[in-house]
């Protein structure tokens, strides 16, 4: 059985860094698509791409929100995904989800991210950032 355990959420104020967590078992993350996604309180059917991460070693895709202030990491060993945010805004405020996929490679990571294209998610962990 395939799970993923999103952790790492909590409530921080504007300017803060949060890394949060997504570790995965009944299935190795390596080789694979990890994605990162959001969903922010009253748009419950806006889910929104924030990155992701082809764990093959081809490198990182990141949404125009993302970039510059967030970066997806991998370690294997622990066979985990990591989100680090810095600089967090109040419009950061959302729940936040892991997925994983199978992938060839970046572009088709890049594009199930895009396209939501995952089989399995993860329950979500809450990011709060006050003013």
């Known amino acids: 059985q395939v799970r993923l355990m999103a952790s790492g959420g909590s409530s921080v104020q504007t300017g803060g860094s949060l890394r949060l967590s997504c570790t995965a078992s009944g299935y190795t993350l390596t080789n694979n698509c990890v994605g990162w996604f959001r969903q922010a309180p009253g748009k419950e059917r806006e889910r929104e791409a924030v990155?992701?991460?082809?764990?093959?070693?081809?490198?990182?895709y990141y949404s125009d929100s993302a970039k510059g202030r967030f970066t997806i990491s991998q370690d294997n060993a622990k066979n985990t995904v990591y989100l680090r945010m810095n600089s967090l805004k109040p419009e950061d405020t959302a729940m936040y989800y892991c997925?994983?996929?199978?992938?060839?490679?970046?572009?088709?990571?890049?594009?199930?991210?895009?396209?939501?294209?995952?089989?399995?998610w993860g329950q979500g962990t809450q990011v709060t950032v006050s003013s």
């Open positions: 997925a994983t996929e199978a992938a060839a490679n970046l572009k088709s990571c890049a594009d199930r991210v895009r396209t939501f294209g995952f089989r399995f």
């Open positions: 990155a992701g991460i082809y764990t093959g070693g081809e490198g990182t």
